[in-house]
């Protein structure tokens, strides 16, 4: 029995996949959320919801293996119905950083393909300002060092991730750079200035994307936030 911060989060994923309806195509984000999120779709489909998915990471990919979702490639389809994801900060306006996980590059183009992106979070990833989480930007192998340092000249401390004691490797073989901006006051901007220097391949800059924010509480109940745009 989940309790406090998971619970908040199994809240959340479950009530995102209400969204879901029979014949759709569907994104299958990545994280804890998302974890659960899918948990429930698996359940749906056992159950006999006809519906096709394709997973923002290895990790939601094997998931969707185990739990026999139907898996579809972008070779046969055009667009997304309903895109579900976490996130790791959202702001008042809805906007997002992602790329805790390191699936963020995946994730935007799942979520650009969606005609509709469902974000389920835990209260705790709401924020006033964007940035106290550090961004993720995910770069190159070739010439991180000169990319690292083009990051740090918009006014960052930069640090590049490891995972037990090696640089962290994203699906696509790329690094991730962490760049602690402490407050994002023009999200948009600065998603256009990072993707202009080379050896940026994204940043978890996620402007305009969510169709709705389901937050999840730790006393169990949950909140469904919709932009103002
Ligand atoms: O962007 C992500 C992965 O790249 C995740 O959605 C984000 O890190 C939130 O994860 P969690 O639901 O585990 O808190």
Not at 2 to 18: D, P, S
Not at 75 to 80: C, D, K, L, N, V
Not at 98 to 115: M, N, P, V, W, Y
Request: with cysteine.
């Amino acid at each position: 029995m989940e309790t406090g911060i998971a619970l908040a989060k199994k809240v959340a994923g479950q009530k995102a996949v209400e969204y879901i309806k029979a014949g759709m195509t569907v994104g299958l984000g990545t994280g804890s959320t998302a974890w659960w999120a899918i948990q429930e779709i698996g359940a749906r489909v056992k159950a006999g919801l006809d519906i096709n998915a394709i997973a923002t990471s290895d990790q939601s990919y094997e998931l969707a293996v185990a739990l026999q979702i139907p898996l579809i490639t972008f070779e046969e389809i055009t667009q997304i119905d309903v895109d579900i994801d976490g996130a790791d900060e959202v702001d008042r306006q809805l906007q997002l950083i992602k790329g805790g996980g390191g699936a963020l590059l995946r994730e935007k183009i799942i979520a650009a393909a969606s005609q509709q992106m469902i974000v389920a979070v835990d209260e705790h990833k709401l924020v006033d300002t964007l940035g106290k989480f550090p961004l993720p930007v995910e770069v190159v192998v070739f010439g991180w060092e000169m990319t690292a340092r083009k990051l740090a000249a918009l006014g960052t401390q930069t640090v590049l991730r490891e995972k037990n004691g090696q640089p962290f490797i994203t699906d696509n073989g790329n690094y991730i750079i962490d760049c602690a901006f402490n407050a994002i006051t023009d999200p948009a901007t600065l998603h256009t200035r990072l993707n202009a220097i080379p050896g940026v391949a994204e940043n978890g800059l996620f402007v305009n994307y969510a169709h709705t924010v389901i937050v999840g509480y730790e006393n169990g109940t949950v909140n469904t936030l919709y932009p103002a745009r």
